[in-house]
């Protein structure tokens, strides 16, 4: 069966038809399944994925890293894609589409790999705002520093926090010379066996699926919020409306990487949910505020839930948020737990 149920006529565009690629439920092996059109947009590059050996590990036991690298398009078309992990406990995919906007600056990084024993997987959307130089740096430097840091499996939810603040610097040293000023917001969910992290810095989000509720797992970063406000006004800046609440009538987000002309008041430190995985968890949603401007926590799950591979929930949430009316990039990430259950035979897997 293809993931064709509910599948609206394709949209004409300034006359170009665009459609989605999508996933062939049939294929046991995600790696290796076919693609049918989808309508709504045309996935113009196929996406890759590539086996890297961290050659930064030293004392811990540690697997080839699976890395989904992101092909970026230069028309503005969209992308898709969808992996199983080989154990059967978790699957994923993502989608991408610059929308309308006139430029691409999502990003988005996935990273897979076994340490001391433990399965560890890596998801993370991260936003641009004034340029994409900023999330193209977190995608390539983010989460490599973080599996580096010295304390990550042994105290994970501090190595996260340094982890950001430390690639905030590292990227504002690389900018010194410049005249950009780029900035980005980063989600994250990191997996250490059966615990999970969830880190936020920005106003892209996180939710799950738990017993069939959404459950956010991370709080937008708005300048409005009290806590936020109490922190900003604290260090001498200005929270005003400006079509938006907006720092310094500037920026629409209170915390974000990059941003140095604001830094003294938008921080890179995370807020960070942890969450032991139990059988009531069911899927994981991240994505850029493209999606959740104008789709709610709920919505988003409840159209998830309805497609049996991530690969096809994360295509159907970017063709709801792009029908809606969504006037951003829009990038998704889609991750399943399937609780005691074996998907793969040895045969299948040969």
């Known amino acids: 069966m293809i993931c064709n149920r509910g599948l609206r006529n394709a949209i004409v565009q300034a006359g170009n038809i665009v459609r989605l690629s999508c996933l062939d439920r049939s294929s046991n092996n995600l790696n ?205 800046g200005v929270v005003m409306w400006a079509g938006t609440w907006r720092v310094g009538g500037v920026l629409a987000m209170s915390r974000a990487f990059g941003n140095r002309m604001l830094k003294q008041f938008v921080v890179a430190e995370p807020e960070i949910e942890d969450q032991v995985i139990d059988e009531e968890f069911e899927l994981l949603v991240l994505a850029s505020d493209g999606l959740w401007d104008v789709v709610p926590n709920e919505d988003a799950i409840s159209l998830a839930r309805t497609e049996e591979e991530p690969e096809a929930a994360a295509c159907k949430l970017t063709e709801t948020a792009f029908t809606r009316g969504s006037a951003d990039n829009i990038t998704c990430i889609v991750v399943r737990f399937h609780q005691n259950k074996t998907y793969w035979t040895a045969e299948q897997q040969d």
């Open 32 to 236: 290796a399944s076919r693609r049918v059109s989808y309508p709504l947009f045309q996935k113009s590059r196929s996406s890759s994925a590539k086996m890297m050996v961290d050659s930064g590990a030293t004392e811990e036991k540690r697997g080839p890293i699976l890395d989904v690298l992101q092909e970026r398009d230069d028309d503005g078309g969209f992308t898709s894609g969808g992996w199983r992990s080989e154990d059967g406990k978790l699957s994923w995919g993502y989608s991408s589409f610059r929308g309308k906007r006139a430029s691409m600056e999502d990003f988005y990084d996935i990273k897979s790999s076994n340490i001391d024993g433990q399965t560890v997987c890596l998801f993370g959307i991260f936003d641009g705002h004034g340029g994409s130089r900023a999330a193209e740096f977190l995608k390539e430097h983010l989460f490599e520093n973080l599996m580096k840091h010295p304390q990550f499996m042994a105290d994970t939810k501090l190595a996260i926090s340094e982890t950001y603040q430390q690639t905030d610097m590292d990227f504002l040293e690389s900018e010194r010379d410049t005249y950009r000023d780029d900035g980005s917001t980063a989600s994250t969910a990191v997996l250490v066996g059966d615990h999970l992290y969830v880190a936020n810095v920005g106003d892209s989000r996180t939710v799950i699926s738990k017993g069939g509720k959404a459950i956010p797992l991370s709080e937008d970063h708005k300048p409005n919020r009290s806590d936020e406000r109490k922190r900003i006004e604290s260090a001498g």
